[in-house]
Structures are given as structure tokens and as C-alpha cells.
């Protein structure tokens, strides 16, 4: 994808990676978390959000209000094809922490979709069924795919 982020690191694994959101509020170090949730299929749960400088643990409920959250998504979607390159193109599951959050994730995929489309597949989560992304109707979460 051709959207601009900011520089990654990614742990010797590719299951952790980090970067940097500069803005107004600082410089904020930024996780992204891929956690296994099933074998077969291969499903990893995607988390991101701000580290907690004392415990180093993923808050993801912080709202950093740093005027970059379009570098913030865009990097956390480079993650996602770092991290799909490494593990054989997996499923990830992608939930906000609160509906708002899961929100705004719908918008910005709906927003780029043509892009993101021609490199994943996108499902979302509602009543109780997965199925194709659709423009304009409102999921409970997400799982993409590399093709």
C-alpha cells in the first residue's frame, strides 16, 4: 500500500512490532501485537495501541490525540503485511476495543478498499455471520487476508 506511515521494528519473530507517533502530544511509542486465537484455520488477533512507559504493557484504550491517526492506521497495515509475509498469509481478526474504535476501522478500510482488495481479502463480523466486506454496513469486527 502506498500510504504514508511511520518506520517499524519488528521483534526477531514478527509477532511485536513498534514505532514512534510524533504530534502535538510528544513523541508516543506504539504496539502492534499479533497474538495466535486458532490453528485451523490460522487466525492471529491483531492489537495495537500506546506501550505504558512504566510496565511496557499494550494499553489499548489510551486515546493519544497526537493528529496522526491516518500515519498510526497506515503503519499498523504495513504491519499486517510484514507479519502476513512471515506466517504463510494467516487470517487476522481485527476488533476495536470499543465500538468506536471498531468504527472508525470500518471507515478507513472502506475509504481505501479498491487498494486494500486488490492485496487482501476483507471480511466482516455481524449477526452472528462472517461474510465479504461491504461498503456502508456496520460490522462488529474484521479478519483480512493476504491473497
Same mark, same amino acid.
Given at each position: 500500500m502506498n *500510504?504514508?506511515?511511520y518506520n517499524y521494528y519488528a521483534a526477531s519473530d514478527y509477532k511485536d512490532y513498534f514505532f514512534y507517533s510524533d504530534g502535538p502530544?510528544?513523541?508516543i511509542k506504539k504496539l502492534v501485537v499479533y497474538e495466535k486465537i486458532n490453528d485451523e484455520p490460522l487466525v492471529y488477533n491483531l492489537a495495537f495501541g500506546d506501550e505504558d512507559p512504566?510496565?511496557?504493557l499494550l494499553l489499548d484504550r489510551v486515546k493519544s490525540s497526537n493528529d496522526d491517526r491516518d500515519a498510526i492506521l497506515a503503519t499498523v497495515a504495513h504491519t499486517i503485511g510484514d507479519f502476513s509475509d512471515h506466517y504463510d498469509k494467516?487470517?487476522?481478526h481485527i476488533i476495536g476495543s470499543?465500538?468506536?474504535r471498531t468504527r472508525l476501522y470500518q471507515m478507513?478500510?472502506?475509504k481505501i478498499y479498491d487498494e486494500i482488495c486488490s492485496i487482501y481479502t476483507v471480511q466482516g463480523y455481524r449477526e452472528g455471520v462472517?461474510? *465479504?466486506f461491504q461498503k456502508n454496513v456496520n460490522y462488529e469486527a474484521f479478519v483480512v487476508q493476504k491473497n
Open positions: *500510504f504514508k506511515g502530544n510528544g513523541r512504566e510496565t511496557g494467516p487470517m487476522i470499543t465500538i468506536v478507513s478500510i472502506a462472517w461474510e *465479504f
